[in-house]
T-cell receptor
């Protein structure tokens, strides 16, 4: 079946540094990828929709200059958390949609970000 | 606007007992509805989906859900719980206009505990 690989699975960084998270569709072409953020014991909150070759669409309240999203190819989208702060610590999950109609979203295994 | 409400943030059942996880949705257009399962520090795995075909949907691992338009519900059931079913379960909605490649709105999640 369709596989989405997310890397790294966990990362610890210092305040003020930037962290890049990759989301790859391994065996299919994903025209659209979604980035979610999940706080402990809470639901997934959609951050942005990433379309290949165009600018990402951010949800209300999400700072686009802080959470940089790039979708340069049909198999790769990246989320960069810039100038990270401890409040950015969270679980980030990506999902990808196949090009065919009526295809479900496939999720990566998530990235646990801890900012110290 | 669409929304999903999962009744009960925590459900506890005995092994072998019936599992019932409740989900109600709100949508101004015919919805697509999904149930996902999440194990600790992992992404989401699709259990089943409703896309306006049969109202009773069978999924993986013995789970099924019934779409009831009159009740705006999409409850998840399993006749006999296994210890391995212990996880977080999310109900989600997507409008048919965006098809299955549209963004998902998630419920708050329900933690299923299975007691031996």
């Amino acid at each position: 079946g369709a596989v989405v690989s997310q890397h790294p699975s966990w990362v610890i960084c210092k305040s003020g540094t930037s962290v890049k998270i990759e989301c790859r569709s391994l065996d299919f072409q994903a025209t659209t990828m979604f980035w979610y953020r999940q706080f402990p014991k809470q639901s997934l909150m959609l951050m942005a929709t990433s379309n290949e070759g165009s600018k990402a669409t951010y949800e209300q309240g999400v700072e686009k200059d802080k959470f940089l999203i790039n979708h340069a190819s049909l198999t790769l989208s990246t989320l960069t958390v810039t100038s990270a702060h401890p409040e950015d610590s969270s679980f980030y999950i990506c999902s990808a949609a196949l090009r065919q109609a009526n295809s479900p979203l496939h999720f990566g295994n998530g990235t646990r970000l801890t900012v110290t | 606007a669409q929304s999903v409400t999962q009744l009960g943030s925590h459900v506890s059942v005995s092994e072998g007992a019936l599992v019932l996880l409740r989900c109600n949705y709100s949508s101004s257009v015919p919805p697509y509805l999904f149930w996902y399962v999440q194990y600790p520090n992992q992404g989401l795995q699709l259990l089943l989906k409703y896309t306006s075909a049969a109202t009773l949907v069978k999924g993986i691992n013995g789970f099924e859900a019934e779409f009831k338009k009159s009740e705006t519900s999409f409850h998840l059931t399993k006749p006999s719980a296994h210890m391995s079913d212990a996880a977080e379960y999310f109900c989600a909605v997507s409008d048919q206009g965006s098809g299955n490649t549209g963004k998902l709105i998630f419920g708050q999640g329900t933690t299923l505990q299975v007691k031996p």
